[in-house]
């Protein structure tokens, strides 16, 4: 199949600069995740792949050539959209085989792919129906496969989940990791604010951040070594907890003192010279546990409580501007206003410079 180089590729509407130059290689095969905040660029960034948009400077290369001043309909891109953008009074069949037949596709080789294509997604006995007899979820997978018959080089998808309730989701995304599997090769670009979705889909994730790319790279690899205070915040459920604090020392005995906490060791490649420096410490809710010994990194008292069911988050008032937050285990009594001490494993705390820039573990 193919894949794909970006290079200072920059996106202005007018005086207003929406991509900053971002530089990417995808490869061929790779199921590549943009994911960020509301604004940041993903989506326009597919857009510019797509040809939707046109590139204010930088080169994209599909297949190793250059597409900038090519149309849509010649990149061998095909895109799957947050709406479903079904012809309602076509049936799943009509509307899988439409744009085959704009193109002047044989009709032998159109009912073949839309078959194969029907077969992939689990929907041939809804070739016969209209739109409107279909669920959220069914509707998806037509206009996913609307998009497998055009046998594209790459895939596109646009937030394609967000219109689908809490369970369809899941299941839909299931069917696209399983739709990825099945069509080994194919290059495969996906856009979404949900960080589930970029964890569990992705082989790469890029994390994007006002126009500009922050980090790429495997899923648990950005969970676990995020280059910067954005990337560790973005990715985790709930955020990382972070809490201003001073570098007490560098080097081989490294520690940082959180506002209104003791000094903390931490396993980071603090600069000796960095002592006195503001910088943030961070550590996930999950990596906290309770402890009744002299480890403890925080001590407070419990502010709320919120049973999930598998976990319970518990909000430890220690003292600072927010609370921090434990993802413990269920079957552990808590109260409000019970005192608790939390720890973590050295190995997953995790400290920030000025400027937002972690300090990589030891």
Request: glycine letters at 10%; hydrophobic letters at 40%; one cysteine or more.
């Amino acid at each position: 199949m193919a894949g794909l180089l970006l290079r200072d590729i920059k996106k202005a509407y007018g005086t207003v600069k929406v991509l900053h130059g971002i530089d990417l290689d995808i490869k061929s095969g790779e199921f590549i995740v943009f994911v960020g905040p509301s604004g940041c660029g993903k989506s326009t960034l597919l857009r510019l792949i797509a040809g939707l948009e046109d590139i204010t400077s930088g080169t994209l290369q599909i297949d190793g050539k250059v597409v900038n001043q090519l149309a849509p309909s010649k990149r061998g891109i095909a895109m799957v959209f947050q709406s479903y953008a079904l012809y309602p009074h076509m049936t799943v069949y009509d509307n899988m085989a439409f744009g085959m037949k704009l193109g002047g596709g044989g009709k032998e080789e159109i009912d073949r792919r839309v078959r194969e294509a029907a077969d992939i997604l689990q929907i041939t006995p809804y070739l016969d129906r209209l739109p409107k007899q279909l669920s959220g979820g069914q509707r998806q997978r037509v206009a996913i496969g609307r998009a497998i018959v055009r046998d594209p080089k790459v895939f596109l998808f646009d937030e394609p989940l967000s219109n689908l309730d809490a369970a369809l989701r899941v299941q839909t995304r299931i069917e696209i990791n399983k739709l990825h599997e099945r069509m080994s090769g194919v290059t495969m670009i996906y856009v979404t604010h949900d960080q589930v979705e970029a964890m569990t889909l992705a082989d790469r994730i890029v994390v994007l951040n006002a126009g500009r790319v922050e980090q790429v790279g495997a899923p648990m690899e950005l969970y676990h070594h995020p280059d910067n205070l954005f990337v560790a915040k973005f990715l985790g459920s709930p955020s990382m907890n972070t809490i201003p604090c001073v570098i007490e020392s560098g080097g081989a005995n490294a520690a940082v003192r959180p506002n209104g906490c003791e000094a903390i060791r931490v396993q980071a490649a603090i600069p000796e010279g960095a002592k006195g420096a503001k910088a943030t410490f961070g550590v996930r809710p999950e990596d906290l546990e309770i402890t009744t010994g002299d480890d403890a990194i925080f001590r407070g008292t419990i502010d709320i409580v919120e049973q999930l069911g598998e976990v319970t988050l518990v909000y430890v008032d220690i003292g600072t501007d927010e609370p921090i937050v434990a993802k413990l285990e269920n079957d552990i009594p808590f109260a409000k206003g019970e005192q608790i001490a939390l720890t973590s494993p050295l190995k997953h705390l995790q400290v920030f410079d000025e400027k937002g820039v972690a300090y990589r573990r030891t």
